[in-house]
């Protein structure tokens, strides 16, 4: 689940996730046509080193959206890296308009730099959506509009703001990626997730026009906008990505950028990196994505996880006529999916759904239970190097647990030893139950951490009502833990000198004695 934060910090700004980087184009009836453009404020080494004292730009944020579809776009990539070209697709009922690129960080008064802006565009309404049967799948059949040149662009999570002379105002998502992770702590945009939940031409993978769950989409594309003010979809970019996003580059740690579809085509992504962290709603994954992430935990790759609902829903991923990977299946059935015919594997039931059962536990360690729920975080284990300092046993972190919770399930597969850092005791659709934030490791070495909550990063922001109560507590508590994971991530396989101990006898955990005792399967979920 998404909810949009709104103009300012905090449940604050408009909906965003990044772009890409450089020269534009003159509107030309036939197609677009390059024309490379000075930038505007001075670059950051194109190494990707971070500068923290640049200074930052204000006026970056969405403050008039307008009426639906006075200015819309969409990129056909999700990502590039430095150097790609990337063509913008608008429609707007503007005469003009212009793309001003924001890179989106740690800088001096603001969360963002602009780096470029484009000349004068001419406006133009493009076709209606068409809606693509049998799988329902939304498309806007447009022209290209301009042509983006991202040569000396640095690596980061970027955002083009479209301003057209009817005052009406969008952004445009796309991540420049890390040519390089090795030695980095990668940083991954769950653009699948996003992509799940965009209702523009009203479908997506749970919503149609008639209402019906039956008649959503069965496959969503990326050759779309982004619904304009979605409570979900790219929205989930301020609530559950920009905080941490920030808060790594404040780290002084060398930080990778990446796309979950990135994940799914590069097995050689998380070569060499030092960690690979998912944000806060991180629940579409393709066989490949978690393949490849198992790939490099097993190599001594470090692991976390900020969300409380990684790999729930199994998808598989297409080319349209834009390019490859661009087209999102998931049929939520196996029986449905013409897929199990053929490759019975790459069917998309939920992952931990017959007749192929694969549940998150195996690589989260935790799993999914329900939502919505809201608790205080309650630390468990205070003997554990994360905690020790920071957190005393049963000390709260109010209201920390939301909307959507994991848990240390024996039931399932999980990976021993594992402890349990967070115990946190709540009730969601009066069924008792825990939210367990857990840190285990492998025999390569690897440390993998799940925070079982999907607010961990609000904790992060001190704009976060959240983070902010209780004079700071929240805040100081979040920040001091992930300072600490941080920092021990970018030095290698965490394991090694932190290896797990393993609590869950002592916590009482149903089957972590000789006698396994199965804890009641968790309710369907229905998000």
Known sequence: MGVVRGVQRGLGRIVVISVLGAAVVSFWSDGPVPVRAAP?????????????????????QVTHPGRHGAIEGFADHV???????????????????TATAYRMGDYTGSDAQRVWTSPPQVGAKQAAAVVEQPTRTVVAPWRPSLSVDSTGWIPGDYLFR?????????????????????????????????????????????????????????????????????????????????????????????????????????????????????LGHDEYWSGAMRANVTKARDQGVNVAFLGGNEIYRHIRLDATPLGANRLEIDYKSFDGDPMSKTNPSDATQDWRSSPDARPESALLGNYYQCNPVSADLVAA??????????????????????????QVDLSVPTPRPIEVLFHSPLICQNRPGFSDASYYTT?????????????WICGLDPHCPKASANNGAVLHAISAITTRLLDAYAQGPTGVPHPAIDNLERLHVPGSSRDVVPTAPPPPVTD
């Open 381 to 406: 284990d205070s003997g554990n190097w994360l905690l020790h300092g920071i957190v005393a046993d049963g000390e709260k972190l109010p209201g920390m647990v939301g909307s959507e919770y994991e």
């Open 79 to 97: 990502s590039v890296t430095p150097g790609q070209p990337v063509q913008l697709f608008v429609s707007t009922t503007a005469l003009t308009y």
């Open 162 to 278: 479209l301003d057209g002379d009817n005052g009406a105002q969008q952004f445009v998502p796309l991540t420049v990626r890390t040519p390089s992770n090795v030695g980095r702590i990668v940083i991954v945009n769950a653009v699948t997730t996003w992509q799940a939940y965009n209702r523009w031409g009203d479908y997506s993978l749970y919503d149609s026009p008639s209402g019906k769950k039956s008649e959503r989409s069965r496959a969503v594309s990326f050759d779309r906008p982004y619904q304009a003010t979605a409570m979900e979809g790219a929205g989930d970019f301020l609530n559950f990505e920009l905080p941490m996003l920030l808060f790594a580059e404040r780290s002084g740690h060398e930080v990778g950028y990446a796309t979950d579809v990135d994940l799914h085509a590069d097995p050689h992504l998380l070569d060499g990196a030092r960690a690979v962290i998912t």
């Open 40 to 60: 505007v404020v001075s670059q950051a080494p194109a190494s990707g080193a971070h500068t923290p004292a640049a200074a930052g730009s204000a006026d970056w």
């Open 443 to 455: 025999p390569s070495g690897a440390a993998v951490f799940s925070a079982g909550t999907q607010y």
